[in-house]
């Protein structure tokens, strides 16, 4: 059973990527960055992803206002050291390997301590030559936050699950680790 996103921006953001892609499958990173969307641009973040650990390198300006955080060229888990970095990193590869997406719903923690929620989708890029594995993240706020309000880090996982591109998801035994 497919996933039902809360926010419309998803089925925007899946058909862009689709829409890019050459007849490999993936789109490459330069080509999602040289057509970036208006319409989602300010909610996307591109990583590195390395053997244990994801590097952002770029973040929107909608993800940052929300963090009122600029994260470019840090490790991910530096500004969310509560996470499972190595489980994160898994169910990451594995979207890569399949390739398929990852998506999750999450609550994370404002300033204020309110816990409010996100959904976020995670798809591959395809890279060239010998840079690291890409990914391309869109996280879209379900909950407004106040004025003076700032994201300060995830605090859970709802629920988490796979999202086939086309080109299947893995088994069932392989569910994303929370």
């Not at 996470?83 to 898994?90: D, G, H, P």
């Not at 990451?92 to 994370?108: D, H, N, S, Y």
């Not at 996100?118 to 993240?137: H, Q």
């Not at 309000?149 to 893995?170: C, K």
Request: aromatic share 10%.
């Amino acid at each position: 059973m497919m996933h039902e996103f809360k926010s419309p921006l998803f089925g925007h953001y899946l058909a862009h990527w689709h829409s890019l892609c050459p007849p490999s499958g993936i789109p490459t990173t330069e080509d999602y960055m040289d057509h970036m969307d208006p319409k989602i641009a300010a909610f996307l973040m591109i990583f590195d992803v390395l053997a244990q650990d994801v590097t952002v390198r770029f973040q929107g300006n909608g993800i940052g206002e929300r963090r009122q955080l600029e994260q470019a060229g840090r490790s991910w888990f530096v500004t969310n050291p509560h996470l499972n970095a190595l489980s994160v990193v898994a169910n990451i590869w594995q979207a890569v390997r399949q390739p398929c997406g990852l998506w999750t719903e999450a609550t994370f923690v404002t300033n204020v301590q309110r816990r409010l929620r996100v959904e976020a989708l995670t798809l591959p890029l395809r890279v060239k030559g010998a840079r690291p594995a890409r990914i391309v993240n869109l996280s879209i706020g379900l909950d407004s936050m106040d004025f003076d309000e700032r994201a300060m880090g995830w605090h859970g996982n709802i629920a988490i699950g796979w999202h086939d591109l086309g080109f299947g998801v893995p088994k069932s035994d392989t569910l994303p680790v929370n």
